[in-house]
């Protein structure tokens, strides 16, 4: 089947601790994305690849990093620079944006998340 | 960057209950989404909707682009309706993610 996988489900790190967030898709999708939910907010854009071995920052990229080693997948590390890591990470791919395929430009699919507690 | 609003912020209706979600955006649009996260946090891809109107069962969604707002309606309510529903545009210019608002957080009760 299709689709997005993030591991593992639950994550637990104690504080001055990286760690690293696996996001995988066999969709052939260019893009991926990492985003970041708080409770009862939206989803905030942490970085963004278009391509292999090419990834731009987001809206909340301070204390993260990633890598796009392989189209099929790109893993985000929290390092301990982030100061409120706590929170539940989606992972999400496209086709790459400025490319239509039928009537969708740019239409993400996402992971089933990842849920980070800080201890 | 694009502003999004959604209303109303929370929800709650009986089983077989009509209803309607609006998402109002502040700039122009390429591509706009709405999403149900159900209870596990998994997002599920509703509509892709820039423009026009689309249907799916017992849901549908209209965008007006020039007028900058999306409605999701849902028609007879069900339980497994519950959860928080997000419509999130896309500006365009190729670099950046979708933007989410905060939701509508709907409860469906039996």
């Known amino acids: 089947d299709g689709g997005i996988t993030q591991s593992p489900k639950y994550l637990f790190r104690k504080e001055g601790q990286n760690v690293t967030l696996s996001c995988e898709q066999n969709?052939?999708?260019?893009?991926m994305y990492w985003y970041r939910q708080d409770p009862g907010q939206g989803l905030r854009l942490i970085y963004y690849?278009?391509?292999?071995?090419?990834?731009q920052k987001g809206d909340i990229a301070e204390g993260y990093s990633v890598s796009r080693e392989k189209k099929e997948s790109f893993p985000l590390t929290v390092t301990s620079a982030q100061k409120n890591p706590t929170a539940f990470y989606l992972c999400?791919?496209?086709?790459?944006?400025?490319?239509?395929?039928?009537?969708?430009?740019?239409?993400?699919?996402f992971g089933p998340g990842t849920r980070l507690t800080v201890l | 960057g694009i502003q999004v609003e959604q209303s109303p912020p929370d929800l709650i209706l009986q089983e077989g209950a009509n209803s309607t979600l609006r998402c109002n955006f502040s700039?122009?649009?390429?591509?706009l989404q709405w999403f149900h996260q159900n209870p596990w946090g998994q997002l599920i891809n509703l509509f892709y909707?820039?423009?026009g109107t689309k249907q799916n069962g017992r849901l549908s969604a209209t965008t007006v682009a020039t007028e900058r707002y999306s409605l999701l309606y849902i028609s007879s309510s069900q339980t497994t309706d519950s959860g928080v529903y997000f419509c999130?545009?896309?500006?365009?210019?190729?670099?950046?993610?979708?933007?989410f608002g905060k939701g509508t957080h709907l409860i469906i009760q039996p």
């Open positions: 690849s278009q391509i292999v071995n090419d990834f």
């Open positions: 909707i820039p423009s």
């Open positions: 969709l052939n999708h260019d893009a």
């Open positions: 999130a545009p896309y500006s365009g210019g190729g670099a950046d993610g979708l933007t």
């Open positions: 700039d122009s649009v390429n591509n």
């Open positions: 999400a791919s496209s086709i790459r944006p400025g490319v239509t395929s039928g009537n969708s430009y740019n239409e993400q699919f």
